[in-house]
Structure formats: structure tokens, C-alpha cells
């Protein structure tokens, strides 16, 4: 594509990754570009989207093929071989290795990932300035409190010509270590703003990038052996920790952490095998997690890691607490406490440590929990300029705080506690969190006499729970009980059909709303 092409030809597309039925409701926008530079309003002006035949269009047609999953024409490729034709040398090269990246990127990476003896990094910025035009999308993708860059996208087409020649040229293996690189670079930034209290922050940036560190956590897109790979691999899926366990993606780290883990060449680390077991638990199946703790605890006294006791321990009393064995989590979250640094640079924090324990004993001995929750606030305030929020502990806090209002007879109180828990739930993405700060919500307000409200709470927490977790999954003991409380409390008080149709209604409306609207 490019001026040697007629404005009508038919072959060119939208292609800045918004999905068609967006760009046909909500029109064309002036910082929408097609992958050539030509403005997205004067495409749609020209008719070369429409309804029926979008390139995001169910199925590819006749003469298109699946790239990175999404249909490419041929003449989209062939417009994207005149445009790298039309290209200098340096241009070229850079082309072909922006390839490697999956999603959008920035100068920074850039500059690590594809400058070399060839591309200077003193030059391979001005370089990518002129390749804009002919190859790249600029994307507007920068979150709160992030500095003012250029950030691109380059669309499949251009990317398929740049990575067949990249592989033609011989230089995909040296490309794809040098992105890994960059990746583990990227990982160990996210989680040391996730302990440095800028948890959104991490967040954010984690899914932002997480189409390069998905491609870096898969050892083998490097050239075999694969030991090596698998090594950067395990490290971006434990420094990206927060984001499987606290952020709801445990299934997902799951699944990639065992990919690597299964190709490393030697022992895994404690943090490793540590991380391992957190999401078989946070998976529900704290009987696979087990074994893993008992390895990751050997690992740690090989290897020294001192720091790793403490993650164990709070590890132990998570597994405790998810079973309702409140005492022996109560003990393990002490030893957890007694072994966590002031400032510990991986893993939950003692807030995290306090929060526990004031949710083992909130049932049993709320006293002493009380007293768990005011250390917990003096521990937080004497670190708070350096450590910040930590926003998980804190939801965690709020349900205990929640019971312990309960329990008073407080039942405003404990209801703003149980809502506010929710809300940070849903604002991290744990899904586990939501759901048992909805039920201990649901049981709050089913004592003040809001049977209806507390049956549409359950029944958002039902969908929820079906659409994250398989069949197999049972929740952590504490909301078990809550639940069932509840439950019964609802059955007495509603018949089958009513209480059917306020889950149903419940469900529709869902816990977003609800958490807005309680």
C-alpha cells in the first residue's frame, strides 16, 4: 500500500486491532490510522470497510490465511511487500525485526530489542521515525502517571513480510533472545512497582505488555535445547506473580508456569516451586499444593534463600485458612510475620501476613483479631512512605474488619467494611476476593432484613465463580460457610421460584453493578 496505489482499491483495511462492529458504531476517529498512515474517516468516506465483509469477518475468505489469528488477505500481503520494497536498507532491517514483537511497543524497546552494530542506538530511533508511515500504527495505550511516549502496533500484514525475512536473513534466534531479554526486563519492572505499593501501576503495564511476556514464557520460540529459554521463561512467570494470584489469572499462570518449569534443565528455585503451589491453591486444589511446598521448602535451605521461608510460611497459612483450620493458619501467618522482611522485595507483604491472621482468628477470637488488624496499622504507617498501599492486604483487611463489625452488632458498619472489600476486589480483578466479599456482604445485609439484595449478591457470585473457575473448583472454607448461612437463611424465607429469580436477576445485573449500587 502506499501513494502507488488508487484511493479505491478495495484491498485495504482498517487495521488498528479495534474490532469492525466498533468502528461501524462509533464512526471514524481522527487518531484512528490504517497500517499505511492514510486516515481511518477516509477509508470508511470510500466504503472499504463494511458490515458484511470486515476483515475481522467470521472465517477467512478464498485467498486469506490465519496470521496470529486473524485473516489476512493476500493482496493486504502484497501491499505490505511493496511498502518494505519501497524501503532503504536500515529501514528494512528495522522492519523485519520489530517483528518479534506480539503487541505494542515503545522506544525503549526498540532501542534493546532490534539496535546492533547495523541500527546504532543512536540512530535506530530516526530510523523508526521513517518506517512509521509505511508499516506501524501509532497506539494510544499509555495508562495514569506514565510518561508522554510514542507507542506502535504493527499490523499482521507488515509483520508477516518482516518475520519471513527476518527468518530468511538468519536472524530470528539472535532476535527472539534479545526479546526475552527485554521481556525479563519488563517482568521484573512490573513486580518491583507491584512491591513498591504501585500496584495499579503493575497491573496495568503486565496486561499491557503481556502479549510479548505470554511469547517470552514459552521457551520454545528460541532454538533448542531449551534449558536456557526456560530459564528467563520461569523468571518472567514468578515476577509476574501478583498478576496470576492477586489479579485473577490463576489459571492462566498456572498453565505457563508449568509449560517452562517442564523444560528447565535443572532444579526449579524455591520461588519457583513456591509459586507453583500458590496457584494449584488459588486453583482450589490446595491437595496438589502440598507436595510443592514440601519441595519448594527443601529448595529454599539448598539454595539460602532466606526470604522464601517467610513466603512459605505465609503460603502454609493460606493452605490452612482455605481448609478452615484456623488455629494451625493462625501460627503459620505469626512464622510468617517473624520471617518477612521489613521491606520485602518479592512476594506478599507483612500487610498481607497481618490480614491473614486477622482473618483466621475474626470467628474465633475476635479480640485477639482486633489487636492483629491495630498492629497491622502501626506496621503500615512506619512504612509507608517507602513500601506504599498494599491494595490486596487491605481488601483482605476490610472483610475482616467486616466480621469483627458483625459480630459487634454493627450492621451499617460491617456492610460499608464488606463493600468496600469488594469493590478493591473487583478494581485488582480477584475474582476469589469478589466473590467471598460479596457473600460475607450478602450475609450482612440478609441480617438487616435485605433478603433481596443478598439473594442478587449470590447470584452474581454464582456466575462469577462458573465463568473463572471449572467445575471442580471449591472455595476456601471461610466462604463456604458464609454461603451456606446464607442459603439456608434465604430458603426460610423465599420459596423455590423466588429465590430462583432473584439469583437469575442477579446474575444478569452482575457484581459491577451490584458493588455500585449497594
Known sequence: ???????????????????????????????????????????????????????????????ERLLWGEPVSGDQLAAAERAYDRCGPSERLLWERLSVFEGTFGPDAVREVCASWALPPTAVLGVLDRLVPLALLRVDDLFAGEDDVPRYWMPHPA??????????????????????????????????????????????????????????????????????????AVEIAVSLWFLWVVCGRAAEGRTRLRHALALLGGEPSARALWLAAFLELESGRPEDADPLLVRAWAAAVRDGDGGALGLLAHLRGSTALYQGRTRAAADEYREALALTEEYPEFGPTRHACWAGLALALCRTDPEAAQEALDLADLDRESRWGRAGRDMNAEAWSAMARAELAAWDGDAERAADHARWALREHLRLGSAAGAAGAAELLAQIRLSAGRRDEAAHL??????????????????????????????????????????????EEGARRGLFTLAGET
Open 1 to 63: 500500500m502506499g501513494t502507488e496505489d488508487p484511493p479505491g482499491t478495495p484491498d485495504r483495511r482498517l487495521r488498528d486491532g479495534a474490532p469492525a462492529d466498533e468502528w461501524l458504531r462509533d464512526g471514524p476517529s481522527a487518531d484512528r490510522q490504517l497500517w499505511d498512515g492514510l486516515p481511518a474517516d477516509e477509508w470508511l468516506r470510500e466504503g472499504a470497510v463494511s458490515a458484511d465483509r470486515s476483515p475481522w469477518a467470521a472465517g477467512p475468505a478464498a485467498d
Open 159 to 232: 509483520r508477516a513480510v518482516g518475520a519471513r525475512r527476518l527468518t530468511e536473513r538468519g536472524d530470528r534466534p539472535d532476535l527472539v533472545l534479545r526479546h526475552r531479554r527485554w521481556c525479563v526486563k519488563l517482568a521484573r519492572t512490573a513486580a518491583d512497582r507491584w512491591q513498591s505499593g504501585r500496584q495499579l501501576d503493575a497491573r496495568d503495564l503486565a496486561l499491557r505488555e503481556l502479549p510479548d511476556l505470554a511469547a517470552a514464557m514459552d521457551p520454545t520460540t528460541g532454538s533448542p535445547p531449551w534449558g536456557d529459554e526456560a530459564d528467563a
Open 458 to 503: 449470590l447470584g452474581a457470585v454464582d456466575l462469577l465463580r462458573t465463568s473463572v473457575f471449572d467445575s471442580s473448583y471449591r472455595p476456601a472454607e471461610f466462604c463456604v460457610v458464609t454461603r451456606d448461612r446464607s442459603e439456608r437463611a434465604l430458603r426460610t424465607l423465599l420459596d423455590g421460584p423466588e429465590l430462583r429469580y432473584a439469583y
